[in-house]
């Protein structure tokens, strides 16, 4: 579930530098300077603007109706921004046709050309380029065809073929051409979670190989922390933090990104004392939360009597026994225990507080430590909590 | 015929989720029980009567009269020849129009299916009665024309082939336009976008793309088209003269004026028999072209 045990470390700079220089690496930098699009009253995307890096592996990541896949259809070129500037490699595209952007992409139900073989839909972008022979064109969809693991399917059509291998030729097929940039609208979410998976692994070894650009577009948290080199999150149209999966996991910027990415638990309170060396919060009258204020350095200082929530995830707390967990705990009272293999996630609602209720990651080793309705305390690691102010949209 | 058309020109859903998987075999038969009962009393019934009396009084004779006299095989050939050319004309002049369907706005190709059904709605008669007002001797082309100064004298316009053809193609465009609609309609917009993104103009993408998955729709049209051309009988005994007469019109005069119904009935079973092959050769195109048979 972290990012940190699941993700697929990407070539830093330097050693994607030293490939360039020995083999050829077909990406390019893409860069969207204040991209906006209206559709009459309605914006679907306001003001995007991302630098992104030869070869980078890149994930807008947004719930559904957030201007993702918008975007992406701007980049493509089927829709003109209302405002904004698209350039690929330096060369503004903004106002070029879709066919002339040289753009690779995969689609989320593929487009596979259900009425030609898997051969001639390799061979499509390169026909259409009319710039290669024939026996040129096809050793490139034999070639293209054992990069991804499927050759003798030449022959046959779409249909004839299963999610996942459909999903393939379809990365073939946007690759053939050599795209200085690729880009991907949910490719994966047709297919099951173990298919799902083992893809992952498989397109990011072959955008490593190729050192292809990639633009993916995804609403599975998941999915993007584990494959991007850097990750967009989007909402209503804005985006709203552009980083690192790690910087996104331990320094979220909004409420918004701290609720998204990962298991998070948000506590109401007011300012007590907020200052450089520590944030005091108070959750009811007689519980306050204490934490050392580095873990909030990219926020401002609240007023005491500000109105605050706390994001804390589950696994930067712990459980002890009531009385155990030292002066700065909190009591809480055990609602349930759900059991995920490696982990426990207890539910434990605060003893003063019943409305709030906390989610509590364990390692699960042996025994189940505590039952239903056991007394607790609930200890936090001072530096892990994330705090922001509460707007009017989290006051309601 | 009958079923072969509706299973063509069905749409894709249909054919892909057969009704038999939702009901039992005894409520399958019961909803299929008025239609069939329908079909035996009339359609098969007549038909076997039609084709018992081409063979009345236990000859040939009046098959062998058909193909003695040259006359009915031109009749039988030139039906044919018109029914091609409405099919062909139909294709040409419905195909934009269905595709300008497809594709504009909700509101802006409900008025376009308007013009396209309303016509439909309307009596054949009618609407053959008004190319006789606009095509007749002092009909209001002509009037045009001679007012234009284009010509002197009024041409003759009414009771040639070309009229016959032309208000056919108008009366059976509907038949062409609505099944290549639905393929359109069928057709997810992202394949015309992969093509473009695939480095195709529009035109290229058209081509490769929307017309080879548009064909299931050409097809179920044409052969709509060209099997109601070929036994159309209204439109060609109005617009058509005796020049121009085709086998529905010669069936119809054996039948109403020489009151030669062995002899007609022969002839019907000759063009049912023709009908009949021209919708297996169609079907026979239809399943060579594999591809195609993956489309939906």
């Known amino acids: 579930m972290r990012p940190e045990t699941g993700r697929i ?134 070639e293209m065809l054992e990069l991804v693991q499927l050759s003798g399917y030449a022959e046959r059509y ?107 638990n948000f506590l109401h309170g007011d300012c007590l004392d907020c200052t450089a060396e520590q944030t005091v919060v108070r959750l009811s009258e007689s519980t306050v939360l204490k934490l050392r204020s580095h873990a909030n350095e990219r926020t401002r200082k609240y007023d005491a009597g500000t109105a605050l929530r706390v994001a804390i995830r589950p696994e930067r707390m712990r459980l002890a026994k009531r009385g155990d967990g030292g002066a700065d705990a909190l009591p809480g009272v055990v609602d349930a225990a759900v059991f995920f293999g490696s982990t426990y996630i207890f539910l434990v609602r605060l003893a003063d507080r019943p409305a709030a209720s906390l989610q509590v990651e364990v390692p699960a080793d042996g ?30 | 015929m009958t079923r072969s058309l509706a299973s063509l020109s069905s749409s894709p859903s249909f054919r892909r989720s057969s009704s038999a998987r939702f009901y039992s075999p005894n409520a399958s038969l019961a909803l299929v029980t008025p239609l069939i009962a329908a079909l035996l009393a009339g359609f098969l ?122 208000a056919m193609t108008h009366v059976l465009m509907p038949f062409m336009i609505l099944p290549i609609y639905s393929a359109l309609r069928a057709l997810p917009p992202d394949y015309v976008r992969a093509a473009r993104n695939l480095g195709a103009g529009p035109i290229r993408a058209f081509v490769a793309v929307t017309l080879p998955l548009s064909l299931p729709g050409v097809f179920a049209g044409s052969i709509m088209c060209f099997v109601l051309a070929l036994g159309f009988y209204i439109t060609p005994a109005l617009v058509g003269g005796p020049g121009s007469m085709l086998m529905a019109t010669l069936i119809g005069q054996q039948t109403t004026v020489l009151l030669d119904w062995p002899f007609a009935a022969a002839l019907s079973t000759v063009l049912l028999a023709v009908t009949l092959l021209f919708v297996l050769l169609f079907r026979r195109m239809l399943s060579l072209s594999k591809g195609l048979n993956s489309v939906y």
């Open chain 2, 45 to 166: 019934y007549p038909v076997a009567r039609l084709i018992a009396l081409s063979f009345s009084g236990g000859t040939l004779s009046h098959y062998r009269r058909i193909f003695a006299e040259p006359l009915h095989l031109d009749v039988l050939f030139s039906t044919i020849e018109v029914a091609f050319v409405v099919t062909v004309a139909s294709l040409l002049l419905g195909f934009p129009v269905a595709y300008l369907m497809a594709r504009l706005s909700r509101g802006l190709a409900m008025a376009v299916a308007a013009c396209v059904f309303i016509p439909l709605w309307t009596s054949v008669l009618v609407r053959s009665y008004a190319w006789v007002v606009l095509l007749q001797r002092n009909g209001i082309i002509n009037k045009l024309l001679i007012d234009t100064g284009v010509t002197e004298w009024p041409l003759k316009l009414i009771y040639t082939e070309g009229a016959v053809i032309l």
């Open chain 1, 367 to 396: 025994v189940i430590p505590y039952q239903r309705d056991d007394a607790v305390d609930i200890v936090l690691d001072g530096a892990a909590g994330h705090v922001f102010p509460v707007t009017e949209r989290c006051a309601a």
């Open chain 1, 9 to 142: 470390q990407g070539k830093d700079a330097e050693e994607r530098q030293q490939l360039k220089g020995n083999a050829k690496l077909i990406g390019q930098s893409l860069s969207l300077g204040g991209l906006q699009k209206r559709y009459g009253e309605a914006i679907a995307v306001r003001e995007l603007s991302l630098e992104i890096a030869a070869g980078e592996f890149v994930s807008l990541l947004g719930p559904s109706g957030s201007g993702k896949t918008t975007a992406l259809t701007m980049i493509a070129g089927f829709e003109a921004p209302s405002t904004g500037r698209i350039a690929i490699g330096g060369r503004d595209v903004t106002l070029l046709a879709p066919n002339h952007r040289n753009i690779g992409m995969v689609f989320q139900k593929y487009a596979l050309f259900p009425h030609l073989t898997i051969h001639q839909n390799i061979a499509f972008p390169l026909r259409m380029r009319g710039r290669m022979q024939k026996t040129a064109i096809s050793r490139r969809v034999d």
């Open chain 1, 158 to 264: 779409p249909n004839q073929l299963s999610g996942g291998q459909q999903q393939r030729v379809a990365v073939a097929r946007a690759l053939a051409f050599e795209p200085p940039v690729l880009l991907m609208d949910e490719p994966l979410g047709a297919l099951d979670k173990k298919l799902r998976e083992a893809m992952q692994f498989e397109i990011k070894r072959l955008q490593e190989r190729l050192g292809a650009t990639v633009v993916y577009v995804t609403h599975d948290q998941d999915e993007a922390l584990t494959m991007s080199d850097r990750v967009a999150i989007m909402s209503d149209g804005r985006l709203v933090q552009f980083g690192t999966p790690t910087e996104l996991y331990r320094q979220p910027n909004t409420e918004f990104v701290a609720d998204f990415i990962g298991r998070m």
